[in-house]
């Protein structure tokens, strides 16, 4: 059983800092990408970030670049999300994702962890 655990999360006063965690439980992902996205309230699930296996591919939705920061440490399988210069429209459900490839497709994805509330008070 393939379990994602979140952490991090958080209330957080506009232009702070949060770092998000996610921790692959009962596998490794070898060739697998990680990553994040957000579901801010009556709003569709929104792609934030993913990393490639190896860390070589980056991508990142337009609002969040030079902001957000996304690593992995494939010995911990755990992916991290650095978030910085918070903003109130940040506001959501963060969730883990996990799918085979160098990216991440919402319709495509393979294991999600259960979410973790980052809240920006502006």
Known sequence: QVQLVES???????GGSLRLSCAADGRTFSG???GWFRQ??????QFVASI???GGQTYYIESVKGRFTISRDN????????MNSLKPEDTAV???AVQSGSTLYVTAIEFWGQGTQVTVSS
């Open 52 to 54: 490639s296996w190896g």
């Open 75 to 82: 010995a911990k399988n755990t992916v991290y999300l650095q």
């Open 94 to 96: 963060y969730y883990c």
């Open 32 to 34: 697998y990408a990680m």
């Open 40 to 45: 801010a309230p009556g709003k569709e699930r």
């Open 8 to 14: 991090g999360g958080g209330l957080v006063q506009a």
